[in-house]
C-alpha cells in the first residue's frame, strides 16, 4: 500500500541536522513509491520557512509548503498557489510547534514525531524560558514517538513516559561513496564538518594542533565556515572529518576517519570499540565527562591507534547497515500502516504522557 505522507519541520531553508534529515527521508519516499510533500514553518525571526533544502526537493519533484490552514493547503509555488484541500495518510513532522499546528489542522491523521534532542529551554519573552522546538508536543495527540538514541529515549521515558522507538539517524549511503581512498600512513587533510563552531573557537583550536602534528592541511564547512549543499567534494578530499551528529557519520559513510568532537565535548574517534557509548548519545560528544574537550595529545593518539584500512572499512560497513536511510524509511512507513490498520485512540494516547514537572 503506497501512502500519501507529509513530512514537516520547523524549516527546510537552512544546512542542518534536521533539515537535511527531513530531505533525506522525503527523497527516499518517493524513489520507494510514496507521494510526498513537504512542509515548514518557522518560528524564529530571520529564518525562513523554506529555502535552499526546500529548493532542492521541488527540483526532484517533491512539493514544499509553507502554509497549512484548516480551510486548504496553499502552497508557495507560484504555479500552484490556489487552495488545495489535499488529505494525507500519515504525518511525520519535527518540532513541537510543528506537530501542533498540523494536529490542529487534521485532527483525525495519525502523528509520527520525531525527537532528535537535546530537550532543552530557551530564552523567552521578558526573560522568561521556553520549550525549545526540540520538545515533544505533549498536547498535540502523537501517536508514536520517534528518538534518533538511547540518550533520547531514556529522557523521554523518566521525564514524561513516553515510550519512543528508536529509528537512528540516517544518510543516502549511496551519496556517500567516496571515490579516493585516504592517504596511506598518515593524514594530509582535516576536514571540520559542522555548523556549531568557528575557525577560532577552543574547539577548532585543538583540531588546528592535531594538524600541525600531521603537516596536514585543515578545512572547514558548516554555517561559521563556508555552507555547502554539496558536501562530498569536500570529503573527497578529506583523511578525517571532525563534527557531531550526522555530520560525522557522513565522513565516515565516505570512507574517512570520523572524530565527534563539539561544543558537548570531544566524543572521540569513532571505532568498534567506541561506537556504543557514542552512538548511545546521537555522536553529539555528550558522553565526555561534564563536556570536556581532549587535550591534542589525546586525539593524536586515537588517531594514531585508528588510522588504518581496517577501521575505515569498518566504518563504512557500519554506516550502511545501521544509519542507512533505506532501512530507516521502511521502518516509518511500517509504523504508517500500523496505525492506520490499528489506530490508538489520540485521547488515550494523551493519558501515557505527563509534563516533567508532574513527576
Known amino acids: 500500500m503506497k501512502l500519501k505522507i507529509l513530512l514537516a519541520n520547523g524549516?527546510?531553508?537552512?544546512?542542518?541536522?534536521?533539515?537535511?534529515w527531513t530531505a533525506t527521508l522525503a527523497r527516499q519516499l518517493k524513489k520507494q513509491g510514496h507521494e510526498v510533500t513537504c512542509f515548514a514553518m518557522s518560528i524564529f525571526p530571520g529564518v525562513h520557512s523554506l529555502g535552499i533544502i526546500s529548493d532542492g526537493l521541488i527540483k526532484d519533484g517533491i512539493p514544499c509548503l509553507d502554509m497549512i490552514s484548516s480551510s486548504g493547503i496553499k502552497p508557495f509555488v507560484v504555479s500552484l498557489e490556489e487552495n488545495k484541500d489535499l488529505q494525507f495518510d500519515l504525518i511525520i513532522a519535527n518540532h513541537h510547534h510543528v506537530v501542533s499546528h498540523l494536529r490542529e489542522q487534521f485532527p483525525t491523521t495519525p502523528i509520527i514525531s520525531t525527537i532528535h534532542g537535546p530537550i532543552h529551554t530557551m530564552p523567552g519573552p521578558n526573560g522568561t524560558a521556553i520549550d525549545a522546538p526540540e520538545h515533544p508536543a505533549l498536547n498535540a495527540k502523537v501517536n508514536q514517538f520517534v528518538t534518533v538514541s538511547e540518550e533520547?529515549?531514556?529522557?523521554?521515558?523518566?521525564?514524561?513516559?513516553?515510550?519512543?522507538?528508536l529509528i537512528r539517524n540516517f544518510l543516502d549511503t549511496k551519496y556517500f561513496d567516496a571515490k579516493r581512498s585516504i592517504t596511506p600512513e598518515k593524514p594530509k587533510m582535516f576536514l571540520i564538518n559542522t555548523n556549531y563552531?568557528?575557525?577560532?573557537?577552543?574547539?577548532?583550536?585543538?583540531?588546528?594542533?592535531?594538524?600541525?602534528?600531521?603537516?596536514?592541511?585543515?578545512?572547514?564547512?558548516?554555517?561559521n565556515f563556508v555552507p555547502s549543499n554539496d558536501i562530498m567534494t569536500a570529503i573527497e578530499d578529506a583523511d578525517i572529518v571532525i563534527g557531531i551528529g550526522r555530520s560525522v557519520l557522513e565522513g565516515v559513510c565516505?570512507?574517512?576517519?570520523?572524530?565527534?568532537?563539539?561544543?558537548?565535548?570531544?566524543?572521540?574517534?569513532?571505532?568498534?570499540?567506541?561506537?556504543?557509548?557514542?552512538r548511545h548519545f546521537n555522536f553529539s560528544g555528550r558522553n565526555a565527562m561534564n563536556g570536556q574537550?581532549?587535550?591534542?595529545?589525546?586525539?593524536?593518539?586515537?588517531?594514531?591507534?585508528?588510522?588504518?584500512?581496517a577501521t575505515i572499512a569498518w566504518g563504512e560497513k557500519y554506516c550502511r547497515s545501521e544509519h542507512n536511510v533505506i532501512y530507516a524509511a521502511e521502518q516509518f512507513v511500517q509504523l504508517g500502516r500500523d496505525l492506520l490498520e490499528k489506530p490508538v485512540s489520540v485521547e488515550a494516547s494523551m493519558k501515557k504522557f505527563r509534563r516533567a514537572e508532574d513527576v
Do not use: C
Request: glycine share 14%; proline share 3%; no cysteine.
Open 197 to 223: 563552531f568557528g575557525a577560532h573557537s577552543p574547539d577548532a583550536e585543538i583540531i588546528r594542533v592535531v594538524t600541525k602534528h600531521y603537516d596536514a592541511k585543515l578545512a572547514g564547512i558548516g554555517g
Open 11 to 20: 524549516t527546510l531553508s537552512l544546512l542542518a541536522g534536521s533539515e537535511t
Open 293 to 309: 574537550l581532549w587535550t591534542p595529545e589525546q586525539l593524536i593518539d586515537e588517531i594514531d591507534k585508528y588510522y588504518n584500512e
Open 254 to 278: 565516505a570512507g574517512r576517519l570520523g572524530i565527534v568532537h563539539g561544543h558537548w565535548g570531544t566524543g572521540g574517534v569513532i571505532h568498534p570499540g567506541s561506537i556504543e557509548v557514542i
Open 152 to 165: 533520547m529515549q531514556g529522557i523521554l521515558k523518566e521525564r514524561y513516559n513516553i515510550e519512543a522507538i
